[in-house]
């Protein structure tokens, strides 16, 4: 009889798993579980460690503030110095320690759904406005770094990096999947568009930082 029972449950297993491909067929390949799987852990694991970095720096800042981070290059390119900015601990403690939970968060999520899990709507609600929240902050920071602080962080920059194309893929996933309800033509837009999404707000993240940074650039800084 247990053989029999675990060939059931295997057979109800792999029904599952077959209903799940054949739904998802439609959607775009990077919506589907495994690459979307894939997509959060990948990028929850750099932005990850860009934020421990960021923190054993900032620790080592702390214990002696003479100390010399590894991201400091010149006077235009220093972590330490970003760190000595009130932009730095915006809400009374280091910004660092909100990536170190937040994208821990997102490996787990991408974890869970490369297992075959399967979230409520009201969890990738939760996680859609997490990454919005992260990525609207972000954008702050970035803003920040270049037209208030004139000062870049290399670790920051990597942690931008990252949530570019969680947040745009978290957002076409869940529109993709009826969790944020469009029309039918809105969600084609939205899952044709990813990667064009993407690469544009790369170049607009490199294309601002080349002309707040223009003198740097051309040699006229004085450095």
Not at 39 to 61: D, F, Y
Not at 117 to 130: E, I, S
Not at 184 to 190: D, E, P, S, V
Request: proline share 4%; hydrophobic share 55%; with cysteine.
């Amino acid at each position: 009889m247990p053989s029999i029972s675990n060939s059931m449950q295997n057979n109800l297993v792999d029904g599952d798993l077959r209903e799940r491909s054949a739904a998802q067929e439609g959607l775009p390949p990077m919506t589907r579980d495994k690459p979307f799987g894939w997509l959060l852990v990948i990028t929850g694991a750099i932005g990850w460690l860009a934020s421990g970095a960021l923190v054993l720096e900032k620790l080592a800042v702390l214990k002696d503030p003479n100390h010399v981070t590894a991201c400091d290059v010149n006077p235009w390119v220093s972590c330490g110095a970003v760190m000595q900015t009130w932009q730095s601990s915006l809400f009374g403690f280091p910004n660092m320690f909100i990536g170190i939970v937040a994208f821990a968060v997102v490996i787990t999520t991408g974890m869970a759904v490369l297992s075959g899990a399967t979230f409520a709507r009201w969890y990738w609600l939760g996680l859609q406005a997490g990454v919005t929240l992260g990525f609207a902050f972000v954008v702050w920071l970035w803003s920040q770094a270049l037209y208030s602080i004139h000062i870049l962080c290399p670790f920051c920059m990597v942690v931008w990096a990252a949530m570019i194309p969680l947040f745009v893929w978290v957002t076409v996933r869940n529109i993709t999947h009826g969790v944020i309800k469009l029309p039918a033509g809105a969600m084609k837009i939205a899952g044709d568009s990813g990667w064009i999404a993407v690469a544009l707000l790369y170049v607009a993240v490199i294309a601002t930082i080349f002309f707040a940074f223009i003198q740097v650039f051309i040699g006229t800084s004085g450095y």
